[in-house]
C-alpha cells in the first residue's frame, strides 16, 4: 500500500492541481462537444480536452510517484507520448474521412 502521508506538502498541492487542472479542461471538452452545433467545431473541444487533460492528470501521477519511489514513472511518459501523438492524428483522419464522404442533397420544397 502506498503511504501518501509520506509525500511533502508542495509535492501533494501540485499533485492535487494537475489532477484537477487535467480534469477540470477535460470536462470542458465534454461540454464543448455537447454544445457546440456543426461536427467541425465539435471536432477542437475534445482534442483539447482529451489532450491537455490527460496530460495533466499524467503529470500529477508522475509527480506522485516519482516521490513515493514505488516505480520509475516511464509507464505516464510512454502514455503521455501515445494519447498526444494518437488523438490529434485520430481526428485529423476522422475529418478527412467527414470531408470527403458524399453528400446527399435534400429534395426542394414545393412553393
Excluded at 501518501?4 to 501540485?14: H, I, K, Q, R, V
Excluded at 479542461?25 to 462537444?33: A, D, H, M, Q, R
Excluded at 508522475?62 to 494519447?83: A, D, K, N
Aim: no cysteine; net charge positive; glycine share 8%.
Amino acid at each position: 500500500m502506498i503511504d501518501a502521508d509520506a509525500l511533502p506538502a508542495w509535492a501533494a498541492l501540485s499533485v492535487a492541481f494537475f489532477v484537477v487542472f487535467g480534469a477540470g479542461l477535460t470536462l470542458i471538452g465534454s461540454v464543448g462537444l455537447l454544445r457546440l452545433a456543426t461536427f467541425y467545431q465539435r471536432m477542437h473541444a475534445p482534442t483539447l480536452g482529451t489532450s491537455l487533460g490527460s496530460a495533466g492528470i499524467l503529470i500529477g501521477s508522475i509527480i506522485f510517484f516519482s516521490f513515493q519511489g514505488t516505480r520509475p514513472v516511464v509507464h505516464e511518459i510512454l502514455l503521455m507520448i501515445f494519447v498526444t501523438v494518437t488523438t490529434p492524428v485520430s481526428f485529423i483522419l476522422l475529418m478527412k474521412a467527414t470531408r470527403s464522404r458524399p453528400t446527399t442533397k435534400q429534395p426542394e420544397q414545393p412553393d
